[in-house]
């Protein structure tokens, strides 16, 4: 019985047991998978908070562009304008009334079509004189096509254009002609939707949403979401040139 002890002593201090070996290894297993799980959550946090930020960013600039385009509307001095805004042209949103796309009561038009005294063409943007003001006919209309989606989640990747038109001879002419000469303007890029509701006869109001992924984990899966981010907006219509 001695001699049976002595040799037990002996192989433990030459290594560890079964039952040890075994403990330790699932002790680092055990760790070895909490740590797996939480770096991919803390990922997924800095890759969901990276897309919200450049979602923001990319809300944000348009509001930067498209609220001081529209606040160089004006009434022009033509026959027949009684108002800085025509009747937004075909194709209109869904849902948007043929007689009035920017009822307030409505879903929204996903364009606006007004006049303005600036050249919003020319990137010097000089201020107009004081008199002989040449009025300008623009168009910001969000691109029915989508680009296509390099990472395959369906995201909606639309463009948002600047257009101008030939100033018609009589307020709400048709058909409007594209100005000569003139190429349209990409305001932004990567937008999911863009809408304008007229809320006063001096107030628009500008809705402006972008979709980014979110990646969450499942069962050890990763799975991705798209979402929407969206940002609102006021543009107040002056109706005199104030530019």
């Known amino acids: 019985m001695h001699l049976q002890t002595r040799t037990l002593k002996k192989h433990r201090q030459a290594g560890l047991s079964l039952v040890e070996v075994i403990l330790t290894a699932g002790l ?60 937004p042209v075909a194709p209109l949103a869904a ?35 004081s008199t002989g003001m040449t009025p300008h006919l623009y168009e910001i209309r969000l691109d029915p096509i989508s680009k296509p989606d390099p990472t395959g989640q369906g995201i909606v990747l639309r463009d948002l254009v600047l257009r101008e038109y030939q100033v018609p001879a009589n307020f709400g002419d048709r058909p409007l002609v594209a100005k000569p000469n003139v190429q349209p303007r990409v305001l932004a890029r990567g937008l999911s939707d863009f809408r304008v509701i007229r809320q006063t006869t001096s107030n628009l109001r500008l809705t402006v949403s972008v979709n980014y992924t979110q990646s969450t984990l499942r069962y050890r899966n990763r799975m991705a979401t798209v979402k929407n981010y969206t940002v609102t907006g006021n543009a107040v219509l002056p109706n005199l040139c104030l530019r």
Not at 40 to 66: D, I, P, Y
């Open 28 to 87: 680092f297993a055990t760790v070895g998978t909490v740590s797996t799980l939480l770096f991919a959550n803390l990922q997924g946090t800095v890759n969901r908070s990276t897309s919200e930020m450049e979602a923001t960013k990319r809300t944000r600039w348009v509001m930067e562009r498209a609220v001081p385009m529209l606040s160089s509307a004006y009434q022009p001095a033509i026959p027949g304008a009684n108002s800085a805004l025509e009747v």
């Open 95 to 129: 849902g948007a009334s043929a007689s009035d796309p920017l009822n307030p009561n409505g879903p929204g038009n996903d364009s606006v079509l007004f006049y303005s005294c600036t050249d919003l063409m020319d990137g010097k943007r000089v201020l107009p004189a």
